[in-house]
C-alpha cells in the first residue's frame, strides 16, 4: 500500500525551494486551507524578493493579424483568410499605436496574432526591421512557440533558424504564448491545429540555448484534469532547470483562467469557466510552490479582477504585469477589467506594496526614462 503523504513534510520542502513532484503538490493544493496555502507561496515570495516592491510594465498589445488557421475552441478573435472581417496591420497603425504608447510611457510592443497560411518568415523579418528603423528604441516582445513552428514548417527549417532570423530583424524576446495547458490530450480538445506540448517546450528549449529572454504561461480551467495542471508546471519548471548556466530562461510565470464568454468550447461543447477567486488565489500560491527557480509570478488582474488580483500579492506573486493600452483577445471572451498607469499603482499600494516600473528583462524604468 502506497504511503500517505504528509502535507507537513511536503511544506517543509517548499519552503527550501526543494522541487515538488507533480503528487505531493496536489497533496499541498488539495489539502491546505486557502491562508496555509498563500502562507507558503508569500515566505517563498520574500526568499527570492525581499524587499516589498511589485512590479509592473507599460506596453501594448497588438495583433499583426486576425487570420489564423489553429482554429482554437476558445478564441473568437480569429477569422479566415476569406473573411470581410479579416486584416493585416498596416505601418500606418503601428506607428499611429506606438505613439499613443510612447506618449504614456511605454516603449515595449507585445507583437502577436495569428497563423496566417501566407504570411511567411520574411514578412516579420521586414515588419521588425522596419518596427525598428523607425523607432530604434522601442523592445518588441513578439509571437510566441506556435508562430515559430508555424514558420519553421512553412520554411522547411529548424526552431534556430527561425528565431536567429527573427531576432537578427529586431525580435528582442519571446513570449510564452500559446502554452494553455501542456498535455496533448487537452491540447487535442482545445487547440488541436496548433504545436504540440513537445513542439512548444522544443522552441523555448532552443530559445533558451540562445540566450533570449522568455516567459511561460497557462489557460487553465477549461478541459484538464488537476493532475494535467501539475503535469504542467513541472515541464515548464524541468525545462528551466535544463537551461545553459547564465542564460536567462523563463523570466516569469503567468497563469490566468480560461475567459469562456462565446466560445466554441462553451457554445460546442458545453465547457464553462468555473474558476473562483479563490480557486485562481490557489493556483498563484501553487505556482510559486512548484516553480521556484522561475524568478516572478504574475497576477492576471485582466481576467480576475482587482481584488483577487491583490490578494495574489500575498500569495507568491510578485508583479501585476501590464496597463494593457490594447487588448483583442481575451477580452472578446469576457476579460473586461482595465487600469491606468495611475491606476495599476494604486491598486499595488492599496495592497500594501510599492509599485516598481519594470522592462521586459525585469530591470527597472526610472522615472522620466522612456519605460
Known amino acids: 500500500m502506497k504511503q500517505e503523504m504528509d502535507p507537513e513534510k511536503i511544506a517543509e520542502k517548499a519552503l527550501h525551494r526543494e522541487f515538488l513532484t ?15 496555502l498563500m502562507l507558503i507561496g508569500y515566505e517563498i515570495r520574500k526568499s527570492l524578493h525581499p524587499g516589498n516592491q ?26 479566415g483568410k476569406n473573411s470581410r472581417e479579416s486584416y ?49 528604441e522601442l523592445r518588441l516582445h513578439a509571437l510566441g512557440p506556435p508562430e515559430v513552428v508555424h514558420l519553421a514548417k512553412l520554411e522547411k527549417c529548424s526552431y534556430h533558424d527561425v528565431l536567429t532570423r527573427l531576432t537578427a530583424a529586431g525580435m528582442d524576446s519571446l513570449p510564452g504564448a500559446g502554452a494553455e495547458i501542456l498535455s496533448d490530450r487537452v491540447r487535442n480538445i482545445v487547440s488541436p491545429r496548433k504545436c504540440t506540448t513537445g513542439e512548444w517546450l522544443g522552441v523555448m528549449k532552443v530559445a533558451h540555448e540562445m540566450n533570449l529572454t522568455t516567459s511561460a504561461t497557462m489557460m487553465f480551467g477549461h478541459a484538464e484534469t488537476l493532475r494535467e495542471r501539475f503535469q504542467h508546471l513541472t515541464a515548464i519548471r524541468d525545462l528551466q532547470a535544463q537551461k545553459p548556466s547564465g542564460s536567462k530562461g523563463f523570466l516569469n510565470f503567468v497563469p490566468w483562467p480560461f475567459q469562456d464568454q462565446n466560445t466554441t468550447l462553451r457554445n460546442k461543447l458545453g465547457i464553462q469557466s468555473r474558476v473562483t477567486a479563490e480557486e485562481y488565489i490557489r493556483m498563484i500560491a501553487i505556482s510559486r510552490i512548484m516553480l521556484p527557480n522561475i524568478p516572478h509570478i504574475q497576477a492576471s488582474w485582466l481576467t ?68
Open 88 to 136: 493585416i496591420t498596416t505601418i500606418d497603425a503601428y506607428c499611429t499605436k506606438i505613439e499613443e504608447m510612447q506618449r504614456l510611457g511605454g516603449r515595449q510592443l507585445l507583437l502577436q496574432g495569428g497563423m496566417h497560411p501566407d504570411l511567411g518568415i520574411a514578412f516579420y523579418e521586414t515588419l521588425f526591421s522596419e518596427l525598428k528603423s523607425r523607432y530604434p
Open 54 to 79: 511589485v512590479t509592473w510594465i507599460i506596453d501594448r498589445n497588438v495583433n499583426i493579424t486576425n487570420v489564423c488557421l489553429s482554429g482554437c475552441k476558445f478564441c473568437n478573435f480569429y477569422r
Open 22 to 36: 507533480p503528487e505531493e503538490g496536489q497533496v499541498l493544493f488539495e489539502r491546505l486551507s486557502l491562508t496555509e
Open 304 to 371: 480576475v479582477g482587482k481584488p483577487a488580483a491583490q490578494l495574489c500579492l500575498h500569495a507568491g506573486a510578485n508583479d501585476f504585469g501590464s496597463i494593457m493600452i490594447e487588448e483583442n483577445v481575451v477580452s472578446v471572451a469576457g476579460a473586461n477589467h482595465s487600469f491606468d498607469a495611475a491606476g495599476i499603482q494604486k491598486a499595488i499600494r492599496e495592497a500594501g506594496f510599492i509599485p516598481l516600473q519594470r522592462d521586459q528583462d525585469f530591470h527597472p524604468v526610472t522615472a522620466g526614462s522612456k519605460g
